[in-house]
């Protein structure tokens, strides 16, 4: 579906416990096209899917017409773990992504953080540049491999990076030493929303690792910053028109995807009901603009 400028998503963390069969019923009743994959081993898609499991998940997608944007890891790129298992997952994401025929692996950054609310900027148990520089050497290490495939790991404004100037610090140190690097963002709108960075300085930092197919967008809206709750696309409080107006006028021509927490938020409404509102809202502002 476009909207304006953009196509809209949705990611199956909004559909936990749905099949495959009953994604694709609820996402092409809404003309979506394009949807991130939640890649867990309680979710439709993991690692240790067989060649053939992944195949026949690409085929019956593709017959609907429906895009695989991402395959959406839980991989966090500065765990303070080992570098070869964090390195090995994200490979083994990366041909998961690449078997599915999705462009892209989302990445947590996912450095150890003290406890912070939620409209808190998180307070680092390390010096910053040397998370920083674990997360880039991480990703320097996967490097050669999305090169290979042609799939692009993602580093999302989360947790111990939830700024847009957060992820531009990392990247920018990436792109000193590795200058044709592939890795790019997603601009979560809550997350640096919620602890303080103001939309337009998000786009500031962002656009260049999300424009012309570098990275993506992720909607959604919450009771407050401090309360993260969903509510339907709309009825909350994060500046999701802001946020379209500066991707618009930044040149930004990727999709927006909702990212639906149903899973972490079983007591809220069917992903069904949610791409409505979504659909909604993008269309008004379409309307308005």
């Known amino acids: 579906m476009t909207g304006g400028h953009w196509r809209l998503g949705a990611s199956t963390l909004g559909a936990p416990g749905d099949d495959l069969a009953t994604v694709i019923d609820v996402v092409t009743r809404h003309d979506v096209d394009v949807i991130e994959l939640r890649a867990a081993p309680d979710a439709l898609i993991h690692t240790g899917l067989s060649t053939a499991e992944r195949a026949r998940i690409r085929e019956d997608l593709e017959a609907a017409g429906i895009e695989v944007l991402a395959v959406a890891s839980g991989i966090r790129a500065g765990a303070d773990t080992d570098d070869e ?49 674990r997360i880039v050497r991480r990703l320097a290490a996967a490097l050669p491999v999305a090169s290979d495939l042609g799939v692009r790991p993602l580093l999302e404004t989360h947790d111990s990076h939830p700024r847009g100037v957060d992820l531009a610090r990392v990247l920018d140190l990436l792109g000193a030493e590795y200058p044709d690097h592939r890795v790019g963002a997603i601009w979560d709108a809550l997350h640096p929303w919620r602890v303080g960075e103001l939309p337009k300085d998000t786009a500031g930092a962002l656009l260049p690792h999300l424009r012309d197919g570098r990275g993506y967008v992720q909607i959604k809206d919450t009771v407050s910053a401090a309360d993260t709750t969903p509510v339907l696309q709309g009825s909350g409080v994060v500046p999701m028109g802001e946020v379209l107006d500066l991707l618009a006028e930044g040149g930004y021509r990727g999709p927006v995807s909702l990212e639906w927490e149903r899973t972490w938020y079983p007591q809220v409404e069917p992903l069904d009901e949610a791409l409505g509102a979504a659909a909604a809202a993008v269309a008004s502002w379409r309307v308005r603009t």
């Open 85 to 133: 298992s964090v390195v090995a997952a994200l490979i083994a994401h990366l041909h998961l992504a690449d078997e599915l025929g999705a462009a892209f692996v989302r990445v947590f950054p996912g450095a150890p953080a003290h406890p912070a609310a939620k409209d808190e900027l998180p307070r680092l148990l390390e010096d910053t540049a040397a998370a920083d520089a």
